[in-house]
C-alpha cells in the first residue's frame, strides 16, 4: 500500500522559487504539492482544495500573503501555515504570527533545513529563522500583550507548566527547532512533541509564538 503524503500548496509570486518549492516537495517520498498559485486572487483558489500545509510568501503580485493566512483559518479544513518570505522586519513577523502562521522562514534556507522544517510544521512545530527569533523576542520585551485570533480559546485554571516544560518554553522563545530542543534537553522529539501539546492545552494557544507571547506576559518566562 502506497504511503499517505501530507498534502502542500505553494504560493509564491517568483516563478523561479515556485518551480524550485515544486521540485523540492515534489521529491520528497512524504509529500505531495497539490496545486501552486501566485498571487492572492489563485491562492483563494487553492486553499480550497483540502491542505495539510499551506507553504507562502507574504509579498504577492495583488496584495498581501497575510490576508490567505486568515481565510485559510476559516475554511473547514484549516491547514498548518508555514510563512516563506524576504520579510524579516519586525511589523512582517509579528503580523504573520498574529494572524495564526505556524511557523516563519526567510528564503535562505538551505533545501534540507525546509524539508525538516515542513515535517516540522506538519507535526506541530513552529519552526522560526534564527535571525527572526531576535526580532521575536525584542518585541516580548517591549510589546503589549498580544490580540488572539477570535477563535482562539480561552485560557484555564489547569495546572502550572512543570519545571521541565519551563525549561522546553524557554528553547522555544530561543528559536530552537524540536530536534535541537531533543538535543539541549536529552530527550527524544516525540517527548518534545508530548511537552509541546501539554504547553499548548495549559496556556490555550495554537501555535509557538502564541505559546512565548503568553507565557511572557503571564510572567512564566522573563527575556
Known amino acids: 500500500m502506497e504511503p499517505v503524503r501530507s498534502r502542500i500548496g505553494v504560493v509564491e509570486d517568483d516563478p523561479v ?8 516537495f515534489d521529491g520528497a517520498p512524504d509529500l505531495i504539492l497539490v496545486g501552486e498559485a501566485r498571487s492572492v486572487a489563485e491562492g483563494r483558489e487553492l486553499i480550497r482544495q483540502p491542505l495539510d500545509l499551506l507553504v507562502l510568501d507574504l509579498g504577492l503580485e495583488d496584495g498581501s500573503g497575510l490576508t490567505l493566512i486568515a481565510e485559510a483559518l476559516k475554511t473547514a479544513t484549516p491547514p498548518r501555515i508555514l510563512v516563506l518570505t524576504v520579510f524579516g522586519d519586525e511589523t512582517s513577523v509579528m503580523s504573520a504570527l498574529a494572524s495564526g502562521a505556524d511557523g516563519y522562514l526567510l528564503k535562505d534556507s538551505a533545501e534540507d533545513d525546509l524539508l525538516d522544517n515542513v515535517r516540522q510544521t506538519l507535526a506541530g512545530g513552529s519552526p522560526i529563522s534564527a535571525s527572526v527569533a531576535a526580532y521575536l523576542l525584542r518585541h516580548l520585551r517591549t510589546a503589549p500583550p498580544p490580540k488572539l485570533p477570535e477563535n ?9 507548566l512543570t519545571s521541565r516544560e519551563l525549561e522546553l518554553l524557554k528553547l522555544l522563545a530561543k528559536g530552537l527547532s524540536n530536534k ?3 538535543l539541549a534537553l536529552e530527550i527524544s522529539h516525540y517527548t518534545v512533541g508530548d511537552h509541546i501539546k501539554a504547553i499548548y492545552r495549559k496556556l490555550a494557544v495554537r501555535s509557538r509564538g502564541e505559546a ?9 518566562i522573563r527575556q
Open 17 to 24: 522559487i515556485r518551480q524550485h518549492l515544486a521540485r523540492i
Open 180 to 182: 535541537e530542543v531533543a
Open 212 to 220: 512565548v507571547f503568553e507565557a511572557v506576559h503571564r510572567g512564566l
Open 152 to 160: 482562539s480559546p480561552e485560557p484555564t485554571d489547569e495546572a502550572h
